[in-house]
């Protein structure tokens, strides 16, 4: 499917961001931040007041700088808003946008009960919002690339239709999924563009200062050394400065061959399992030297009660904020879920991305010591938090 769009037909371009307190967001704002359209920008957000959203966004934004401070934010740029209420997006200043980026979404692999109140419901009602809007120019949804569900492999092409609820590992993936197509069903005259990033991990130049999502759980599997995906299975990992600006870019390029791009690091930027291993233990890993073992899911609890019993006898002293003993519950978990996505072995194809002059990914394994570095005195407990709030 063709789209083209002109982003210069009717004038600088107005953004309108959700999501923006978020990673990807967060990072998709810091992105924009040095733009002229910057100032022009709308954000959601859930707060009190105008001044309390100004406050976060700013918060958010310099998670994604090395600067001390961050832009400035007008309380007129301010959305107050909660996804949830079906009058979100009854804002008059949105008849003024040009191009949305929806980034919002509950992104954990638990079974809440808001996810497909969040992820689908209030998508399609962001969807009805701007359907028939004579100004837009671009309406980007933000989902996932693991939303092609399973038996995909071994590298996963851009398809328009997404599997649903059977086909997928946990019910995040399958809410995108069903969001991602009705948007295609429901409001077929919607300029959509649909981005999918693979797994985001920490950020190129700042490590995991952002975010320590996914990394420490890849750092667990190296100290364990034992996991249950083969060690020449692939993991298409890229870090959110990349996805934030490929993101920008799709967003604004005057013309698009597409309608739904991978944001990953494809065949040339992925790296197999053995080879980030090597990398954690040639950064010190405690299980330097010895033989990778490839374990049944049956094996995963015991080695998290181990871990769990280690890491308390070695951080008897960390018991102040953040720090203390760690869920065997919550590492048995991480472990089933993160064990099956590695058993997919998913290369995601990025020849459409590539096609439009975009830069290609780089690997994870180019900036994984920054990732390390920026993790060396944030407690396990504080790392895990990113993923299970």
Known sequence: MQVVRSASAAGSP??????????????????????ASFKEMLFLVRAQSAAEGVRRVRESIARFTHSATPPAVSESQIVLADLKDPQAFSDLRLDDVSHVIHSAAVTSFADRPDVWEINVEATLRLAQRFSGHARLRRFVYVGTAMACGVARGPVVIESVRLPEERSHLVPYTASKAQAENQLRERFPELPLVSVRPSIIVGHSSLGCKPSASIFWILKLVSQLNRFVCPPTAYLDIVPVDYCAKTIVALTLKETLGFSAYHIAAGRSGSAMVEELLQ???????IAAGQPYERVSEAALLPLARSFSSRY???HRADAGPGGGPVSTRMLHKALMLYGRFSKLNYIFDTQRLLSEGLAPAPSFLDYI???????????LKAQMAYDFK
Do not use: E, P
């Open 14 to 35: 107005r953004i309108f961001l959700t999501g923006v307190t978020g990673f990807v967001g967060g990072a998709i704002a810091a992105n924009l931040a040095a733009s």
């Open 279 to 285: 990398a954690f233990h040639s950064m010190g890993g």
């Open 369 to 379: 010591g920054r990732c390390d570095r920026s993790t060396r005195k944030l407690s």
């Open 312 to 314: 308390a006898a070695d």
